[in-house]
């Protein structure tokens, strides 16, 4: 009987984080779409609130790691000062992953259309975390 129990209870619990990971792979994929949009209108700044707002943030790219959302947010300024070098920004998402309670895992690939000074993309891999009921990047390894 307390196998049974047991059994029943395992069951609801994968039924109810089940549905729970339908709702939050609507969130992150949302947040990434408004990300997207946020960044072909030139908006930076609106593109980082999908960043976790920390001094523990980090963001590894072809120059090496980043430390905390204010110097991930310079450096996006600095790399892309303008309109022309920040191009028409696409995202391919291949892969949402839910590796545990409140985690997110993405795999995709970014593609930046600039007619001006040339096309440039790469792949990029996401670490989420829901914190305070928020899903925001917490890790974003890009190249």
Known sequence: MRHLLCLIVLLALAQSSMAQTAADRQEVLGILKRQNNDWNAGRVEQFMVGYWPSDSLTFVGKAGITYGYA??????KKRYPDRASMGTLAFTILKVDFPGPNVAYVIGKWHLTRPQIGDVGGHFTLLWRKINGRWLIVSDHSS
């Open 71 to 76: 110097a991930t947010l310079a450096n996006y």
